[in-house]
DNA sequence: GGCTGTCGTTGCGCTAGCGCAAACAGGGCT
DNA sequence: AGCCCTGTTTGCGCTAGCGCAACGACAGCC
């Protein structure tokens, strides 16, 4: 990662159209504008790791990020995906707080702006909002994480690795030529398991079922959705009990 | 739920030990004591609803309660405990939010001091350490929770259970007169389940071995933790690979 | 073109965990 | 005491998903 320059006129862009900073007035989006420092980082590097104080806020203007955890063995689980325009970081607004989780460049280039956390502290202080915004960002993160541990707990392998491609269809859906939606990010069997708390080999299985009966088609490190409609059907389908008998008629 | 009467100088008390409002000057405890109501809730009862807009803030003071989530089949997820002295439904601060999760008592009885949003709005904005205490809370929930992702996504159930009954312990851990810890709150082999991602039946079938090598007692609702180191090292089982074979002599 | 390394596929065997059903246990109530 | 209700245990059969191993496919590189 390293420091670059580009013009002020740019970041004043992002920042306007970031959710975060989004309705300040034009002397605050200045502020913010000038306390910014424009980064860049490449594919495969970590923006930062879980457990690394927090000391600095970003905006993702650029590429993508994964969220990963990383277990006590080293085993990695990926928790989700940032796409432009997302701010990444926010609790570098707690003093001394630690980042809870590794955020991984996955295109060959990312752009992002950055705040120290002194910055954002005082950004914070002049406009309070900011505050109130801070506090929704991560209770909306907790509510998705939320989501995601009820899924594993409660749905089989199959629908969770359907809802894995739903979701990376909307923050990752490039339109294909024939109607299908190709997944715009290096995607591997190992990737999905990851993100699903599965193994690479029931994927795979998996996504040649799939392929047989036209749902998707796949390649090396790539998906593309063709029938996002009975992609969804798998994901909501709600399992027969295991031993359904006919009731007898009356 | 319902409002009752008690003398404020106790809620000063419980005021002064939460980890929340601590180490405030004494004229903004005076205000938060001044703002707060009291209410107290039963066996059962739910003190709100995930979905339910976030109108109040609470502090535990008495009881406990289990945080709870209701999938959309109707099934639960028990995500928690909370035990006094604790802060409850820090959401309120954001105007317009909605509590992410359930929140059920356990005990006979569970009492409670009470904020409305308004009142602690204003409180925030007057003591802004309020508002980096509130970030520090919600993160620490997300962590938290991370950490429960990471062993449902990677455990075997065994760990899994063992490891809720070692935070039990911790939680609501009562010594007994023969060096074991009974965990002093009802607990039913659905509640170990729907703490775990299991079921009823595994659950049983676990406690009932555990019993036999004497590391649990167990009876209705009731479980005594007697050897809780055992239970840390079945937590903290690496499993061996399923085919461990001699590696042979050179 | 050929080599190499990474990624994907699939047959096979296996087991952890599920879920029913039926029996059992104990507390509370009349 | 006897009954009922709720929670627990456990035998049984089953299957979803795991994990190895061996092979195949494709991309990049020299």
Redesign the pocket.
């Known amino acids: 990662m390293k420091t670059i320059a580009l013009p002020n006129q740019t970041a004043y862009a992002y920042i306007q159209h970031s959710r975060y900073f989004q309705g300040l007035p034009e002397a605050a989006l200045h502020a913010v504008a000038h306390a910014a420092r424009w980064c860049t980082i490449s594919s495969e590097q970590y923006l930062f790791h879980q457990g690394d104080p927090a000391q600095h806020f970003y905006l993702l203007c650029e590429g993508q990020l994964r969220l990963i955890q990383i277990t006590p063995e080293g085993k990695q689980i990926i928790l989700g995906l940032l796409s432009p325009i997302r701010e990444v970081g926010i609790v570098a607004a707690i003093p001394n707080a630690e980042y809870p989780l590794t955020m991984q460049c996955l295109n060959p280039t990312g752009t992002l702006l950055a705040w120290d956390s002194a910055s954002l502290t005082a950004l914070i202080e002049q406009y309070p909002v900011l505050a109130v915004r801070a506090m929704r960002m991560v209770t909306g993160r907790f509510v998705q994480l939320q989501t995601l541990y009820r899924e594993l707990a409660t749905l089989?392998?199959?629908q969770r690795i359907a809802r894995a491609l739903v979701r990376l269809t909307r923050q990752a859906g490039v339109p294909d030529h024939v109607g299908g939606t190709l997944i715009g990010i290096p995607?591997?069997?190992?990737h999905l398991a990851d993100m699903t708390?599965?193994?690479?080999?029931?994927?795979?299985?998996t996504?040649?079922a799939w392929?047989q009966q036209g749902i998707v088609t796949?390649?090396?490190?790539?998906v593309i959705v063709r029938d996002r409609e009975r992609l969804i059907a798998i994901a909501d389908d709600v399992p027969s009990?295991?031993?359904q008998?006919e009731p007898p008629p009356c």
């Open positions: 089989r392998v199959e995607l591997s069997r190992q708390g599965t193994t690479l080999y029931t994927v795979s299985r996504l040649s392929e796949s390649g090396r490190e790539r009990s295991p031993l008998i």
